[in-house]
């Protein structure tokens, strides 16, 4: 497995990206886990990937607008053509206050040639 399959991305939260109650907006913290997922699998792959499935997700703790959302993904499953990406995201505020798992999830990804079919993981195989 190669080792730059992990990604960390960080976000910070700003208004537009929040609910009514002043937090992270699930849906786009959905889209962010996704995004995470996507950039691992495709160096884990070494070729376009696609989205087959988001498994379970949970939402552990609100994320306030003005905190920063740092999410780690990586494989812990790989198939012939699929692979599972596990996606963790840590909140905290930039004060400094104690960092919190905020969100987590797992997300089944497909490599895909050209015209979208599925292909073997790696970038050596045709």
Do not use: W
Not at 8 to 34: C, K, V
Not at 82 to 89: A, D, I, L, P, R
């Amino acid at each position: 497995m190669p080792i730059e399959s992990e990604t960390r991305m960080i976000e910070m939260i700003f208004p537009e990206q929040a609910n009514h109650y002043g937090t992270l907006f699930s849906g786009h913290a959905l889209a962010l886990m996704a995004k995470a997922a996507f950039v691992a699998a495709t160096r884990h792959a070494g070729s376009s990937v696609v989205m087959a499935r988001s498994e379970r997700v949970d939402f552990a703790t609100p994320i306030k607008v003005g905190e920063m959302l740092e999410l780690v993904a990586h494989v812990s499953r790989t198939g012939r053509s699929s692979m599972t990406v596990e996606v963790q995201g840590t909140a905290r505020s930039i004060g400094g206050a104690r960092e919190r798992i905020a969100l987590s999830g797992a997300f089944e990804m497909v490599a895909v040639d050209a015209e979208g079919r599925p292909r073997p993981v790696g970038p050596d195989v045709s």
